[in-house]
């Protein structure tokens, strides 16, 4: 079997830019695992590479869906993992780049989803937060989840309603499936290869920084603007991420055009703290400080690896 190799990091480190070369390199092609560049019209805000930067290079699950459609984890699972299949039956092989760590570990990690049927289940909690309190809903949690209610905050209430649909959906509490997860990630597959990127803090807070500025002077906020003029929600899931919920606050008046930059490149250095966080936990990641090697090198390597030459003979 062809090998599976995954490609994660902080915001603006440069995933996309080496996963393309890298694919280029090794015949491969590339499943996005961005929660954003799933959605059509999302271009600037989602940093996602342009034809001209894609070079070619076939590249999957993004411009998948329009602004307003639904787009769960269990769907991106479903759809990535028959992606990976596609590509590896026609001898090529498949590169993860993204840095939604739920999606990335959706793929990778033998986790359950609760279906599309779960809803009412949801709906129901939700009722019983509302009418006896937050208190009363995180001791119902206690009492088939210990450990999940022991970690979350009695006001978490969409956290705790989560865990409460997965018992009742499962039967299993999302503990012992955390639990078995963190199982799963000490027993490493040596068909995949995980390659983090990363650099010194200050380094890649200056990379957020100057993108967030070129995705204003590119045209995020006439891009934010059409959409609305389109007649699509500014409540749209696909609208509240990072980016677009701030030009959205700027075109309501609520903050200045200065304001609106500031706010957004402190949400997306947060943002890349908490990616970091998430992907550290993970001792299957073989991580790479871009201010000590180069992408030539890491490209090197890889291909090493795989016993393949950069020459692509």
């Known amino acids: 079997m062809n090998p599976l190799i995954v490609i994660i990091g902080p915001t603006a480190v440069g995933k996309s830019a080496l996963g ?18 799933v959605y059509r019209k ?22 998948l869906l329009d602004p307003a459609e639904p787009f769960t984890v269990a769907g991106f699972q479903s759809q990535a993992r028959e992606w990976i299949e596609n590509i590896q039956a026609k001898g090529k092989i498949p590169i993860i780049v993204g840095g939604t760590g739920l999606y990335i570990r959706s793929i990778l990690d033998e986790f359950e989803f609760p279906e599309e049927g779960s809803d009412p289940i949801k709906q129901k909690w939700l009722a019983y937060a509302n009418q006896h309190g937050n208190k009363e809903l995180h001791l119902r949690l206690a009492e088939c989840d ?33 639990s078995y997860m963190e199982k799963m990630y000490a027993e490493l597959d040596e068909s995949v290869i995980y390659l983090g990127l990363t650099a010194p803090r200050d380094v890649i807070y200056e990379r957020i920084n100057d993108r967030c500025r070129k995705m204003v002077d590119c045209g995020i906020i006439e891009e934010t603007l059409r959409l609305l ?7 749209l899931k696909s609208l509240q991420t990072i980016g ?10 609520l903050v200045t055009q200065k304001e609106m930059l500031r706010l957004l490149q402190r949400d997306t250095r947060h943002f890349a703290k908490r990616q970091l966080t998430w992907f550290r936990r993970d001792p299957r ?22 016993d393949l030459r950069s020459d692509g003979n």
Not at 285 to 306: A, F, G
């Open 244 to 253: 677009y919920r701030h030009v959205v606050y700027f075109l309501r008046g």
């Open 20 to 37: 393309i070369e890298l694919a280029l390199r090794l015949h491969g092609e590339i499943i996005s695992g961005d929660s954003v560049q």
């Open 229 to 235: 003029q389109e007649g699509y929600s500014p409540r």
């Open 146 to 178: 210990r450990a999940s209610a022991e970690k979350l905050h009695v006001n978490d209430t969409a956290r705790i309603v989560r865990a409460l649909e997965i018992f009742e959906l499962t039967g299993k509490p999302l503990s012992e499936q955390r």
């Open 285 to 306: 990641i073989k991580w790479y400080d871009l201010t000590e090697c180069s992408s030539q090198q890491i490209l090197d390597e890889i291909c090493d690896s795989l």
């Open 42 to 63: 999302l271009d600037i805000g989602s940093a996602k590479p342009s034809k001209a930067e894609q070079k070619g290079v076939p590249h999957h699950l993004i411009d």
